[in-house]
């Protein structure tokens, strides 16, 4: 009677947890980072694709449907690039509003990292040409933490926490 008042308490749990999940891939926002690039969209969603790899997808100005009313030296300028890994959306355009491009501090890039190899391959390869402002360290909280600004002005912070599923 205990084994199977048991097991059927496991199948029950299994079961809310299978809806719980199936519930937040499904139904809940996503939020990812879309970044505003000043001409050099192409090369700064390459140079990501590069250091966190994934399928990179871009659509230049030229191959959108009012092409022949935009002048042909705007063709050449990213409207929509889009990098996807597995756990990974990262979007980027040159379509910059008539303000400019204002960089600023209020917005940053969290790479949540699998094992401490890998933190310190992309904490390398994100700080090429930018600036390591703070670098890997073990912190008090027990994750291995740094932050950076890449050679393109965004705000980059790393972490891997190996007591704590990403």
Known sequence: MYDESFNRRLVIQQAITLALLHIIQNFMPQINPYLTFSGNCREAMNFYKDVLGGELKIQTIG??????????????????????????????????????ILKGNTVSLMLACNSEASIKIYYK??????????????????????????????????????????
């Open 125 to 166: 390869k994100l700080s090429a040409g930018g600036k390591a402002t703070h670098t890997l360290t073990h912190n008090f909280w027990g994750a291995m933490f740094g932050d950076l600004t890449d050679k393109f002005g965004n705000h980059w912070l790393l972490k891997f926490d190996k007591n704590q599923s990403l």
């Open 63 to 100: 191959d959108a449907p009012m092409t022949q009313k935009i002048p042909s030296k705007m063709k050449k300028y990213i409207l929509h690039a889009q990098l996807r890994g597995d756990q990974l959306v990262l979007m980027g355009s040159d379509m910059v509003s008539e303000q400019g």
